[in-house]
């Protein structure tokens, strides 16, 4: 009876933590779900079993050795947060800080420009402090519009100049070096995390250029950066829309969106996922939003319209922000939790992407030029899931679309089911009521876990056009069919207005 009791109790405690932790956690929407797309799918689970070990909605399965639903998820996260591979504590996402703020200029030259102007503002104030003797900044190029120009600069009209955010890589370094060359003691260096970073290592590193070089101190002013565009493709996309890129005067990122102004007037934006083929394949091993190796850290996140949120995050960094406020330099507000949780969430994003590039894409070039003779098939069932102890599950995901202009049809081919396919037999011909034409085949030797492929498949042609009819994709393994389907290459119509 006693043993009962303290299993009671001792359940109670359990239970009563349990709930403290989900009612803590309600409303970050860190549910299941996103524990599947970030660390399942990704192919990074550890296998601990955490997830499932805390909730009572999960279960781990044996077969495919993850976790799996056996209740409702309630969506409170407890299994996301306690994860080894997710990053959710603060100083993982944004590295270490002293203190924040949220600030915007006070001084008239600067009022207006790029969100708060807080850069400039701080340029500005170093200057007319003497407290530097340059600045490496990145201006306009004033002989190609909107082409980054790294620069050395000692005045702060030079400052006030060079205002305003460019989305492309600069090489800062070079004019830091040019600067250190011409026997400055003291520069201020603006740039983007990885920028920043290259800073930092020639610092800090055992064989870096300035660890031993004590005639310079370089101040470090970073930038948050959540993607960086290519401008050599970047500029002819936004010509070919038919934008002078002669009269914009500014370009901002704000709330999932490419912005262009000519003065205060909006021209265009754009989603940033159109824009995705033009982002600098480097940002996608990126994981540093808030530069965490600088002295200070500015951005728009958190802060509200025309304002910047600042990370002091070296003693120098506090005692500068905090005199450039007191001389009127800069206006600052409280720095809440709110202002913290927006950067946090999207330091979050920057992070897991460091998964998503280790899932590997494999492409199919194939030679389609030759014909196997014609052969009747008879009509199989569509057989993409296996039967487990705990129900079926589906060992492909196969999806079909015709490209723009109808010649051919791309074929994506998933792995979902969690364990290595090998020797997958793939085989895709274009039907004509029981009979195949122009058959195609491969065997695949191995798809890893939520790897995909694509297929490229050529559409046959009739007196010069594409025909557009029905095809079959069929695969096995040399075990059995796992996937078995008739498509009917039909364009998608376009939603009306």
């Not at 999960?58 to 639903?69: K, T």
């Not at 999932?256 to 083929?277: A, M, P, Q, W």
């Not at 990370?311 to 409280?334: F, Q, W």
């Not at 009521?433 to 195609?440: A, D, Q």
Request: aromatic letters at 8%; hydrophobic letters at 35%; a neutral charge.
């Amino acid at each position: 009876m006693s043993e009962e009791i303290n299993k009671v109790k001792s359940e109670s405690k359990y239970e009563h933590s349990f709930e403290y932790i989900r009612r803590k956690l309600e409303g970050k929407k860190d549910s299941f779900g996103k524990l599947v797309k970030e660390v399942i799918r990704t192919g990074v689970c550890t296998h601990c079993g955490t997830c499932a070990a805390i909730c009572s909605a999960l279960e781990w399965d044996p077969i495919y050795d993850e976790p799996r639903l056996v209740g409702q998820c309630s969506g409170c996260g407890i299994c996301y947060n306690q994860c080894p591979r997710t990053i959710t504590n603060p100083e993982q996402l944004v590295g270490l800080f002293k203190t924040g703020y949220v600030t915007k200029s006070g001084i008239p030259e600067v009022i207006g420009g790029q969100d708060g102007g807080t850069v400039t503002s701080l340029l500005c104030y170093l200057f007319d402090e003497n407290l530097i003797d340059g600045a490496v900044v990145t201006k306009k190029n004033p002989n190609k519009p909107w082409v980054p120009l790294p620069q050395l600069i000692t005045t702060k009209e030079e400052a006030i100049e060079a205002a305003g955010s460019i989305y492309s890589h600069s090489q800062t370094v070079d004019s830091l070096m040019d600067g250190i060359r011409n026997d400055m003691g003291s520069i201020a260096f603006v740039g983007t995390p990885c920028n920043i970073d290259a800073v930092f290592k020639m610092e800090s590193s055992p064989l870096g250029m300035l660890k031993y070089f004590m005639r310079a101190h370089v101040f470090k002013i970073g930038l948050f950066c959540m993607d960086s565009f290519s401008h050599e493709a970047l500029l002819p996309f936004f010509e070919k829309e038919g934008i002078n890129l002669a009269e914009i005067t500014k370009m901002d990122i704000n709330k999932g969106r490419f912005y262009l102004y000519k003065g205060d007037t909006e021209v265009k934006s754009y989603k940033i996922k159109e824009l995705d083929k033009f982002k600098s394949s480097s940002c996608n091993f990126c994981t540093d939003l808030a530069a965490e190796n600088a002295d200070i850290s500015v951005g728009s996140v958190g802060s509200g319209p025309m304002k910047n949120t600042v990370l002091a995050r070296s003693g120098i960094g506090v005692e500068i922000i905090e005199d450039a406020i007191k001389k009127g330099y800069l206006l600052s507000e409280p720095f809440s939790v709110e202002n913290l949780n927006s950067v946090l969430f999207l330091a979050r994003l920057k992070k897991v992407s460091q998964y998503t590039v280790l899932k590997r894409k494999v492409f199919i070039v194939k030679d389609i030029d030759r014909e196997e003779p014609f052969k009747p098939r008879p009509e199989l069932k569509e057989e993409a899931e296996v039967a487990t102890p705990f129900g079926t599950r589906k060992i492909l995901r196969v999806t079909q679309k015709l490209n723009e202009s109808q010649t051919a049809t791309t074929i994506t081919i998933e792995n979902v089911i969690g364990y290595l396919l090998e020797n997958l037999q793939i085989r895709v011909a274009i039907v004509e009521e029981l009979f195949e034409k122009r058959p195609w085949s491969t065997t695949i030797k191995e798809i890893f876990p939520f790897e995909s492929i694509q297929i490229n498949y050529p559409l046959e042609i009739k007196d010069g056009k594409h025909v557009l009819g029905e095809i079959i994709i069929d695969i096995s393994d040399s075990h059995r069919k796992l996937f078995f389907k008739k498509y009917s290459l039909k364009p998608k119509e376009k939603k009306s207005k």
